[in-house]
């Protein structure tokens, strides 16, 4: 009995040698494909947290493009995509950005929609050797602040974004008292430094600056002392999350300003979480509105075809173009890490958000901002928007020659 | 005759760690879902048979106990071979060389929590903390002052255990659950400073810390063909095994005898005459030394740190690490660092369910085999006994 | 607005959060008098409180009721998430936290503390999107059609505010009333006295422990409805910060007594409140700045403000 156990055992024992030795030498050999050889694309987002929904909004586009493109049949080559979660942490998406460049399958990636998270990828970008096309973060240093060749990035910054909603608010509709709260993360800092400085061009300075931090739930503090200084416009630098926080509560303290806002709350939660509080809002956002764009229109059929669950959400676009611009490269010189990142860099093309031309820092010089109204539930162009049009009432407005706002809003 | 039993004893325990080396490599490799599952159902089985079959695993122990030096020594062997040889086994190799490194941090920094935790039976809660405070020492003093880099991490540690004296008041004058809280609370302030204060980076962090350079080669090279992190995994493997050495000699020792004293019974060991504070001075300080230096390598490595790196949900991973391998109990540690950083990263596929499962692993485990899954067994005592009969010195001086 | 107003909309505001911690510091105290357990899963039961609350709410449809009706679906409401979320602390606690509450309090600390990073996980994991912050809807603004606050130069009372801190205050009058008053409440003080010489008495200790944690969870749900009122926004997360307030205001107030637990929840509160109102920064410190306190009180009075007694069992 006892020496059959044993057999059993030895033999079990070599059982798993072979397997795990034909497991080894077999995926040496990959899938020999018709012809064509697969080429990985890396694409890094945040999927779970409280940006998923724009993390995931950017990955249905990207796999959009990746697969219009694969339809095509006329490419050397068939994308796959390997998707990571950077769960808009820092450390985490150092952990996946490394994970990603020690794929030796990927040749470059697409990366991020949180700027503190962008502006911490970039070194693990450089010491790989490993391309990455940022698609929706802001943050001007991810580009401007270093000279990598590796990143590159299709949307705007913060500096244009900041310029034109000084020019909205200050130039155009006239406020002059500002009140600043922004996240003490790089993003948020951003915004305060470059909208600053947009006031301060037009000889304003904002009537105070607090610091809030990502995690904070309760604001009451900082808006007792804001609704002290009775300014016209509270300005928030930061993400949804905290935005929608900051509008309850400013609204329950009856702060009587309007509440204006940056790309960061540009998001189909802030007006879902929000309901009739979000109306009235103003944010903005870098680019034209995709139903302007050239090739918007089709980019919004396409999607709504595919059927993802979930809206493209503010940075869809970009990622579209970011899978587009990507592939191009590699159709051209090859899946070559080395020769793709001299390629992305010399990026010159027409897609639909435009023309997309990366500039000496990698960045793609869109001038262009657009302003947005929250309108019953939903982000509308400033100037398509009611509010615009003069039909209806800015809170600003009402505010500003002390009188109540009639919320047009009732869902 | 003699010697050639000796000799195939040798032969065994080298093939079988090569096979388990291999095996893990092998492990490591897998993408697919249904072969990792296959892998558990294997090592559940081999479990079960190590229970049933329970003679052949004893001969198996007993052959491992009896060639102690052997078995680590074929150890460390094939440690040293594993940068060179998972580049053919392993695609992804940077990657898992990156993790295994990771681990060989985290056992340092449990090692440190063990001294306090397991040796004295004191709570520290804010393990990541100390972690961190290294890290940042390192970080700001090689990045703003341009220090050599290979002198900031003993500066390092040295500043983790300076900062662990801010926390002696307290662990003076509090216990058990108070200490709990105490440590819980200055963990908070430390990671919560770390995120405000702009000055070490803020809630960004530090980023662009200069790697390791001695005499100008730097630890980041590639080292001919293989990958960076080379370099470092030799170097932390170094301090580790040294981590090690110490911990266990503490352990052995009278100073190790002294702790445990303290954490089973501490009226009684004062009434002995022990100077409690003293001793758990000492067994403070030297684990937040150990925290510090695996925070500086971390810092140095990476190259970024940043808060959330450095918050709660880590000190918790240290303290399960000490709870559920084995308090007091340097093997159970390491055991219990490979179960809790290892495997998770490799199932990948269960990353949503990850914390959630954690929880509920400490739960279960807590339930069950409270002691961790290698505690401490009874102390050899003849040794110390011997040591004092011989002549040498007790716990306090006296003969 | 004049600086006066502005204290007294902290003032207020302080008061708010003071009675949510007090409510869940009770909790800590209760468990601890009476089990001897560090019960770090507390924090999670007060958001599983909001939770519940919020799903009922949709449930029973109450944003579409008005009149009488209305009413009574939100007393039932609110009654049946304490009711709910009491029966839940009392599985945890038969689950998790009896059975390792014999062995050293390190155990008990971390057991608790990974129940509450399961349950955690769990709403995170199996709640239809539940990593996103949800919207808690505003249900008590009804009651009030129209005028929704009173001015008092300048400092903004909203009625529902008040109306919660009201019914805050009457829940821990009528816990005082229970335990000071009722054979029950004396069964419960004489457990967290002695459990042994208790029992020898004729308590049932299980029963009193089962009791103890009924309470003290539903006293966490209730602050869950008030902090979802309050701030309109539940997270999965909310628990954990709150956890560890909650405890740290109970230590400071002393373990094992009630009023120290309140006074604590409050001290708190205002030192939170103040440092972010009135020091510099200090919106983003006001945390660091609370624990300092709490650490600060841990060294100079370990005992806290009313006094847990200490003794060194030899």
Redesign the interface.
Known sequence: MMRKMRKLGILTLILVMVVSLTTVFSYGCGPKEEGKKTVKLGFIGPLTGKYAKMGTGGFNSFTLAVDQQNAKGTNKYIYEIEVFDDECIPQKAVEVATKACSNPDIVACASHYCSMVAITTTDVFHKFGVSSTVWGAVLPDITYGNDYKEVCRVNGTQVEQNEFNASLTVDELGFKKFCIIYDTTDYGRGHLEYFTKSLQKRGLEPLSIDGVTIDQKDFSAILAKIKSLEPEVVYFGGLTATGVLIKTQMDKMEIRAQFLGTSGIKSEDFNSALKEHAEGSICMLDGAPVEKMPGGLEFKKAYEEAGFKEPYEAYGAFAYCAANLIIKAVETVGPDREKLIEEINTTDTEDIIGHIHFNEYGQNDIPLATAYASQDGKWIPWSDSLYAKGDRELPGFAYRENREWDNPYNP | MKKKNKFLDILKIASIETLIFFLIMVFFRIESTWILLATLALIGGTLLYTRIYKKQTESIKALFASNRSTVLIVLVLLLLLYPIVSPIIIPQSTYWTLILIQTGIYIMVALGLNIQLGSTGMMNLASAAFYGVGAYTAGMLALKLNWPALITIPVAGIAAALVSLVLFLPVYKTKGHYLALVTLAFGYMLALAADNIEFIGGPQGLKNIPSINLFGYDFLSKVGNFHFYTNYYYFVLALVILTIIISHRFFNSWIGLTLSYIRDDEPAAKGCGVNSNRWKLLSLTTGCFFMGVAGAIYALMIGFISPPNFQFAQSLLIVSIVIIGGMDNILGVIVGAIILVIIPEKFRVITQYRVMLYGILIVVVLLSRPRGLIPFGARKYEASVLGARNGKEGPDGNK | ???T??VF??LF?GLM?GIQYSLIAVGFTLFFGVLDV?HFAHGDVFMIGAFSSMVLITLFRLQTASGVSYIILLILIFILSMVLVGGFGVLFER??VK??SK?S???S???T??????????V??FFPRG???K?FPEILSKLFSGKE?IKLGGT?F?FENLLILIIGVIAIFLLGLYVNKTKMGLAIRATAQNGEVAEMMGVNKNRIIDITFFIGSALAALAGIMNGIY???IIFD?GAIAG?IG??AA?VGG?GNIYGAIAGGFLFAFV??FS??FIP????????IA??V??LF??FK?SGILGEKVY???
């Open positions: 607005m004049t600086s107003s502005v909309q902290i505001n959060l560090i689950i998790a059975p390792v062995g309090p390190v155990m600390l971390l057991a503390l990974g129940l509450g990073i399961a349950i955690r996980e769990a995170r994991i990593s996103e912050s919207r606050a903004i909203r701030y309109n926004s909310m560890v405890f740290s230590v373990l939170e409140s972010a109102a920064r200090g919106s983003e410190f006001m945390d660091v624990f300092a709490v650490i841990l060294i370990p060194e069992r030899v």
